[in-house]
């Protein structure tokens, strides 16, 4: 069972990301506020739930949630400062939607840049250890699949209500007949044949 926090009887807040390997799409993060007192045996990693199980434990988050917020950073901010610091803008953003402000920040990872006054912990795996960087996994992972269903409706060609904009075969062989699309991530390396990108 994964443990509540990493600092009992303070306000913490877990955040983690989704997006990031992806070929299209913005960066999702979510940052959570678990009660002190909350337990799941069901909650774990995102990528170890299967997606009906995730939309189930994403109403159960959002029911038990001190807090929660999500963010997307989308595809031109990813072009110009690099999925890195994509990602933790959209962590800073997610934790700035907070409704409570939390004394400090539990990071799925290991980087991470200083957040206002706030301490942070980045912790490797953190959202197979910790129930508020799971929950903070779920919500990134179930909101960043929605945007992408939601644009697949857009191009359907590339499947991306099923590889969410991830390099799959399918998704390469759309790039090399249609060309890319404005979702697309520029900087990425879209075809096997491309200079690699620097991530």
Not at 7 to 26: F, K, Q, S
Not at 91 to 118: C, S, W
Not at 127 to 136: P, Q, R, S, T, V
Not at 160 to 173: A, C, F, L, M, V
Request: proline share 5%.
């Amino acid at each position: 069972m994964l443990l509540n926090q990493i600092h009992p009887n303070i306000v913490e807040c877990g955040t983690d990301e989704a997006g990031r390997g992806c070929l299209c799409g913005p960066v999702t993060a979510a940052a959570v506020i678990l009660p002190p007192n909350f337990k799941s045996d069901l909650l774990n990693d995102s990528k170890k739930l299967s997606r009906k199980r995730r939309y189930q434990l994403r109403g159960l988050i959002e029911e038990h949630a001190i807090a929660y917020h999500v963010s997307h950073v989308m595809m031109e901010t990813i072009d110009k400062i690099n999925i890195l610091n994509a990602s933790i803008l959209a962590m800073h953003q997610a934790i700035d939607g907070l409704q409570t402000r939390p004394e400090h920040i539990a990071v799925d990872g290991n980087r991470f840049k200083p957040y206002a006054d706030i301490d942070a912990t980045t912790v490797i795996k953190g959202d197979g250890k910790y129930l508020h960087i799971a929950a903070a996994s779920i919500l990134a992972k179930t909101y960043r699949d929605d945007y992408m269903e939601k644009i697949s409706k857009e191009f359907p060609e590339y499947g991306w209500n099923q590889n969410q904009g991830y390099p799959t075969k399918k998704h390469r062989e759309a790039i090399r007949e249609f060309g890319t699309t404005h979702y697309h991530r520029m900087t990425f390396k879209l075809l096997p044949e491309e200079l690699k990108s620097t991530l």
